[in-house]
């Protein structure tokens, strides 16, 4: 189960699902295309990366434990992959923070 596949029932989740296998399959059409990133959250067995008493943990402990390769952690089925796309493993929800993000843009 990835996270979209849990919230996909809710209208407003169907609307915002639609929009982004829209834009997905509009940027996978393009001859010259923009670098695709897409992120997966993603965490070593046990979670070592999580500070147990932090707000993080807490909001994350009812979902599965993210171990990186797990079948909640791979990029969900709505979306085209291709070999031109980057998968950035995080290992927070926070966009800015987590992950190698900055490094692989400015590459």
């Not at 943990?57 to 009812?62: E, F, G, N, S, W």
């Not at 085209?80 to 400015?106: F, H, M, P, Y």
């Amino acid at each position: 189960m990835t996270i979209l596949s849990a919230i996909e029932s809710a209208s407003e989740s169907q609307a915002l699902i639609k929009s982004y296998t829209r834009w997905n399959g509009a940027i996978h059409q393009k001859e010259s295309r923009p670098l695709t990133v897409f992120t997966t959250l993603a965490f070593s067995p046990g979670q070592p990366e999580v500070e147990r008493e932090k707000p993080f943990a807490k909001l994350i402990a009812p979902f599965e434990e993210f171990k990186a390769g797990t079948p909640e952690t791979q990029i969900d089925s709505h979306f085209a992959l291709c070999e031109q796309d980057v998968i950035l493993k995080k290992n927070r929800w926070c966009a800015t923070t987590g992950d190698s993000l900055e490094q692989i843009l400015k590459a």
